[in-house]
């Protein structure tokens, strides 16, 4: 049978492709991209109304009701880039950009430069580093993607988020001026982003183990037997949970407010991530766990 691709922004047409019933939206957009070459299919989104929902790549034309003579419209998402490669430049910039700051050159802190480093900077900065190289590693080794691309703009715009808070916090962290907080809150603040930085990890590999490789099968998360996990029983995204937790720790570690600051954004942010995944569980899971919050225990 045959079907008309048409814009989604001005309603023409692209030309029409001869498909089966059983064609997948994952398979027209092969067929699309026949059509118009500059139309990747990373760079479409299939729509049976112009501004209807994106249809997903595993749904067939005959569970649309799309039948012989249909029209099927495809928006253009704009330039891609890999969610694997905004990743890796967005944690690898703040490695670099902290540790030129850990290095004190002298035009940025000027003569006082020369100046012993304290304790609380030596461990800051390896908790610093520590955080980002992991956060590479699993973006290699850990994360499996449900989406291959994302709009090139995210990448500057995370780029930016994560640099510039870099610089604003190893500015302080290692100025030469900078006050240690007592031994006591040093290490409390150690132990805990120790603690925290391990339960992220522990997330993120139990939701690894639930999606088996090349499928984009959705599962209710259960804690196993990492007792790191456990965090599950409570919230629906305890890696926002333990990733908060890491930067307040970091926070009381070094008693500095830009770190705070920057603690404060990221929980913001991932509060409104949690939300929205939280309410797409209970939505897709009938017997979702009626008791767990989206970030923070018995809270949001």
């Known amino acids: 049978m045959e079907i008309e691709i048409l814009n989604a922004n001005n309603s023409k047409s692209l030309g029409k492709c001869r498909v089966k019933s059983d064609t997948t939206i994952k398979a027209l957009k092969n067929e699309v991209q026949n059509l118009k070459k500059s139309l990747t299919v990373h760079r479409q989104a299939l729509r049976l109304e112009p501004r209807g929902k994106t249809l997903k790549d595993a749904d067939t034309l005959q569970s649309l009701n799309v039948v012989a003579g249909g029209k099927i419209y495809v928006r253009d998402l704009g330039p891609q880039i890999s969610w694997k490669g905004v990743?890796?430049?967005?944690?690898?910039?703040?490695?670099?950009?902290?540790?030129?700051?850990?290095?004190?050159?002298?035009?940025?802190?000027?003569?006082?430069?020369?100046?012993?480093?304290?304790?609380?900077?030596?461990?800051?900065?390896?908790?610093?580093?520590?955080?980002?190289?992991?956060?590479?590693?699993?973006?290699?080794?850990?994360?499996?993607?449900?989406?291959?691309?994302?709009?090139?703009?995210?990448?500057?715009?995370?780029?930016?988020?994560?640099?510039?808070?870099?610089?604003?916090?190893?500015?302080?962290?290692?100025?030469?001026?900078?006050?240690?907080?007592?031994?006591?809150?040093?290490?409390?603040?150690?132990?805990?982003?120790?603690?925290?930085?391990?339960?992220?990890?522990?997330?993120?590999?139990?939701?690894?183990?639930?999606?088996?490789?090349?499928?984009?099968?959705?599962?209710?998360?259960?804690?196993?037997?990492?007792?790191?996990?456990?965090l599950f029983n409570f919230v629906s995204c305890p890696n926002y949970t333990y990733e908060f937790f890491s930067w307040l720790s970091f926070s009381l570690m070094t008693t500095c407010v830009p770190a705070l600051m920057f603690a404060a954004a990221g929980m913001y942010q991932m509060t409104v991530w949690a939300i929205g995944k939280h309410k797409n569980y209970k939505k897709e899971f009938k017997d979702y766990p009626k008791a767990r919050k989206a970030i923070l225990p018995f809270v949001i």
């Open 87 to 230: 990743f890796l430049a967005e944690y690898a910039g703040p490695i670099f950009v902290y540790l030129i700051f850990y290095q004190r050159p002298s035009l940025i802190y000027g003569p006082a430069a020369s100046s012993p480093m304290s304790l609380t900077a030596n461990i800051a900065a390896a908790c610093w580093v520590a955080h980002y190289a992991k956060r590479i590693l699993e973006t290699l080794f850990v994360h499996r993607f449900s989406h291959a691309t994302m709009p090139l703009r995210n990448l500057f715009k995370n780029c930016s988020y994560y640099w510039a808070f870099a610089g604003y916090v190893a500015y302080h962290v290692n100025h030469p001026l900078f006050t240690e907080p007592s031994t006591a809150v040093l290490y409390a603040g150690l132990g805990a982003f120790i603690v925290s930085e391990l339960g992220n990890l522990s997330i993120h590999v139990l939701l690894r183990n639930l999606r088996p490789v090349g499928s984009t099968v959705r599962k209710i998360p259960l804690p196993d037997s990492n007792p790191l996990t456990q």
